[in-house]
């Protein structure tokens, strides 16, 4: 059974042409993870809903960061 939090996307920074840096903020639950975990994150609602596997690049704390 999967643990499912909602987020918000805080930031989105580009980093050339291959990666990017996601930065999301859990909307009531807290994060529970370590560094360089796996997680899937849903990106969307109902039919238009889509979810990629991302690896957590940041410790603990109100955000995480998502390497993409």
Avoid at 7 to 35: C, N
Avoid at 36 to 54: L, R
Wanted: hydrophobic share 40%; aromatic share 12%; net charge negative.
């Amino acid at each position: 059974m999967s643990h499912i939090i909602s987020a918000t996307l805080v930031r989105f920074e580009r980093l050339g042409e291959r990666y990017a840096i996601l930065q999301m903020k859990p909307q009531k639950d807290l994060w529970s993870h370590r560094p360089g975990q796996y997680t899937e994150i849903q990106f969307g609602e109902g039919d238009n809903a889509f979810s990629k596997v991302y690896s957590i690049a940041s410790a603990h704390h109100e955000v995480l960061d998502f390497c993409i």
